[in-house]
């Protein structure tokens, strides 16, 4: 299978890793990218990897392209991944929140993507990436069917080591991963904590659970079903280790983060259904706030 992945951070180079000798696999870059990774490569869980590297200028069409970028480079990132899409790919998106399968669907045909999410915890500084855990793909066509090209891919998971699910209900498992995304990723970053420090935090997970029934009545608006017993999932899933969520990491290091796309998402969608989502109103403002506090201390240190 001929496999080309577009975004190569904490969840890109990890996949990238594994897929890496197992089939025809290549990040798409541009040539400023190519010649930076060249000069300074990729680096997963102290391992250096030499990843084959492709830019549009040497497309050729693929079987499965993966985006794993930022929400906020999508839009950069279809333009550079066209020519690798043909009549017989499959696309995946492993981005976080749930508008990128939307988007992906405009612009390259509904029937080439799947639905899809990835449940992973791991540090990004510079080149080096080190995951917390085994990362799982869950992924499902839009129907729930089990198709030729969704075993396929399984297949290929199967081979690669990469630990994957096939839900009964694909869009809801991408709403569920996108509600943690609204609760614990945008209340670690206001309040720079890491996975442990929240794990038994009984007052926190009560904050956690105002945000996602926000969450689940915008749900609803939407078709989807998020249950009472999905909300405190949010609980009982929250991992133990003292890795931090990628929100906070962007925050701490003074990144443009995907703060729009999970809270902001809510509150629109609130605004869209008549909905009120005054929890999800205030959290996406204490997360801009944080990233400009952030910021403008990494500034006043670069300066002295």
């Not at 010649?35 to 102290?46: A, D, I």
């Not at 915890?121 to 969704?150: A, K, Q, W, Y």
């Not at 939407?222 to 925050?251: A, F, M, P, W």
Request: glycine share 6%.
């Amino acid at each position: 299978m001929k496999v080309r992945m577009i975004g190569a951070g904490a969840v890109g180079a990890y996949i990238g890793s594994k897929l890496f000798g197992n089939c025809d696999f290549a990040f798409i870059v541009d040539s400023e990218r190519r010649e930076r990774y060249r000069k300074n490569p990729l680096t997963v869980s102290g391992v250096s990897y030499d990843f084959p590297l492709v830019t549009p200028e040497d497309a050729s069409k693929a079987d499965l392209v993966i985006f794993a970028t930022k929400n906020f480079q999508l839009d950069a990132a279809m333009e550079s991944a066209a020519p690798f899409i043909g009549e017989g790919t499959t696309i995946i998106s492993l981005l976080n929140g749930i508008t990128s399968e939307e988007i992906l669907s405009r612009r390259f045909g509904h029937s080439k993507v799947l639905y899809a999410m990835i449940r992973i915890s791991s540090l990004h500084s510079g080149s080096e990436i080190r995951p917390m855990n085994p990362g799982t793909i869950v992924f499902g066509e839009g129907d729930n069917s089990r198709s030729e090209r969704v075993l396929e891919i399984a297949s290929l998971l199967e081979k690669a080591d990469i630990k994957y699910v096939i839900p009964d209900d694909s869009r809801h498992e991408v709403w569920w991963k996108f509600m943690l995304n609204c609760c614990v990723n945008a209340v670690s970053s206001v309040m720079d904590c890491t996975f442990h420090e929240m794990h038994d935090n009984s007052e926190l997970h009560q904050a956690f659970f105002m945000i996602g029934r926000e969450v689940q009545a915008v749900a609803e608006k939407e078709g989807v079903v998020i249950t009472e017993d999905d909300i405190l999932d949010l609980e009982r899933k929250l991992n133990n280790t003292n890795g931090k969520t990628s929100l906070l990491q962007d925050v701490l290091a003074g990144r443009q983060t995907e703060n729009e796309y999970f809270c902001g998402v809510v509150s629109a969608l609130g605004r869209k259904h008549g909905v009120p989502t005054p929890c999800n109103d205030f959290l996406s403002k204490l997360v801009e706030a944080s990233s400009y506090v952030h910021r403008m201390r990494l500034d006043s240190k670069s300066t002295l």
